[in-house]
């Protein structure tokens, strides 16, 4: 949960404490500086100062386990992607779910006709050749088939063709891609879909929270200036789409702020010494933080989410899969939904 806390002055001349870092102190005057101690014109004299407190997940281990009552046995669902990372992640918690895994999917050329074990899962990996007929017969064999896509960025567009040409509904998590032509797609195919840049439920209650912020207060922080990190895993290669979406809510706020002014950290050294992520989670982490400047730099604002591991996503990806077979089932007149939408559901696990 975000937690508010006003912080005397001359508590930012000190070194900033680094939000779920281990506890470890860190200045953080080094995270928009390229190490070098910014001038008190960012974080020196202030006469009043507003910190929002990270809302984070500690490192977790292992996944939550189903409830014995488990409705969502049977319901198959069909993971593209599944060698990665994440797409690990989400094998893992559909079968703690108790959702059935189709041992069928689509990855890439070099990769085509393998079988791998995921979680004690054999899977058949498929690359782009024939996947039409493949995924046709997949459909055929499970008819309420649903497609979760943790694949790259390049082929957001070309799969999310493909599931509409099929007509099979999906759930992207992958980032990334035309986001205007992915959504046009669903749209013309009629097809069921959540699409969303971010699964963690509780990050994405945030993002509501702000998106409402936005709308009931717009230009609230006019004449602010925005400076903006993220820290991902060396692998990532796009710009976080949570803090695009965020972003967005700072620019309805009246905030000037480009893209391309983003600190991206990808630098394992970086990232611990700078940032403070946990050295077992440099391959597995998303941190972001949003610092707000008034004109006259005696207010600021800080906003942050630090996530070790993949556990929060794979989780917000089920219960996204769950709510869109549900969907489906009452035939409801809405086709596309977000996480904001699975959440006003009310009824994750």
């Known amino acids: 949960m975000a937690l508010f806390l006003r912080v005397p002055a001359n508590t930012f001349q000190r070194d900033n404490v680094a939000l779920?870092?281990?506890?470890?102190?860190?200045?953080?005057?080094?995270?928009?500086?390229?190490?070098?101690?910014?001038?008190?014109?960012?974080?020196?004299?202030?006469?009043?100062?507003?910190?929002?407190?990270?809302?984070?997940?500690?490192?977790?281990?292992?996944?939550?386990?189903?409830s014995a009552g488990s409705q969502n046995l049977g319901l198959p669902i069909m993971v593209n992607g599944c060698t990665g990372k994440m797409g690990k992640a989400v094998i893992q918690a559909a079968v703690s779910a108790g959702l059935h895994l189709v041992p069928v999917s689509f990855s890439c050329a070099e990769e085509s006709g393998q079988t791998v074990e995921v979680c004690g899962k054999e899977i058949k990996l498929?690359?782009?050749?024939?996947?039409e007929n493949i995924l046709a017969s997949v459909v055929d064999e499970y008819p309420n088939l649903i497609v979760v896509d943790y694949t790259v960025p390049d082929a957001v567009n070309d799969n999310a063709e493909l599931y509409c040409k099929v007509g099979v509904p999906f759930v992207m998590g992958t980032t990334g891609g035309d986001r205007e032509r992915l959504y046009k797609t669903v749209k013309d195919s009629n097809v069921y879909a959540v699409i969303s840049p971010q699964m963690g439920k509780q990050v994405v209650a945030?993002?509501?929270?702000?998106?409402?912020?936005?709308?009931?207060?717009?230009?609230?922080?006019?004449?602010?200036?925005?400076?903006?990190?993220?820290?991902?895993?060396?692998?990532?290669?796009?710009?976080?789409?949570?803090?695009?979406?965020?972003?967005?809510?700072f620019q309805k706020l009246g905030v000037p702020?480009?893209?391309?002014?983003?600190?991206?950290?990808?630098?394992?050294?970086?990232?611990?010494?700078?940032?403070?992520?946990?050295?077992?989670?440099?391959?597995?982490?998303?941190?972001?933080?949003?610092?707000?400047?008034?004109?006259?730099?005696?207010?600021?604002?800080?906003?942050?989410?630090?996530?070790?591991?993949?556990?929060?996503?794979?989780?917000?990806?089920?219960?996204?899969?769950?709510?869109?077979?549900?969907?489906?089932?009452?035939?409801?007149?809405?086709?596309?939904?977000?996480?904001?939408?699975?959440?006003?559901?009310?009824?994750?696990?």
């Open 20 to 66: 779920l870092s281990g506890g470890r102190r860190q200045n953080s005057t080094a995270l928009f500086s390229g190490g070098r101690r910014r001038s008190s014109a960012v974080f020196g004299r202030r006469r009043s100062a507003i910190r929002i407190l990270s809302m984070s997940t500690p490192p977790i281990q292992h996944l939550e386990k189903p």
């Open 126 to 131: 498929h690359g782009p050749s024939g996947r």
């Open 206 to 249: 945030f993002l509501a929270a702000m998106e409402i912020m936005a709308e009931q207060f717009p230009g609230a922080f006019s004449g602010y200036s925005l400076q903006v990190m993220e820290s991902h895993q060396a692998s990532k290669l796009d710009t976080s789409g949570t803090a695009k979406a965020v972003i967005s809510c």
């Open 257 to 349: 702020f480009k893209l391309d002014q983003i600190q991206q950290i990808r630098d394992p050294k970086q990232q611990v010494e700078m940032v403070g992520v946990p050295e077992e989670y440099l391959n597995g982490h998303a941190f972001h933080m949003y610092h707000l400047t008034s004109p006259d730099q005696t207010v600021s604002f800080e906003f942050q989410h630090n996530v070790c591991g993949r556990s929060i996503y794979a989780e917000g990806t089920i219960d996204a899969t769950i709510f869109l077979a549900k969907k489906i089932q009452l035939g409801t007149e809405q086709r596309i939904y977000n996480m904001i939408d699975v959440l006003r559901e009310g009824n994750m696990r």
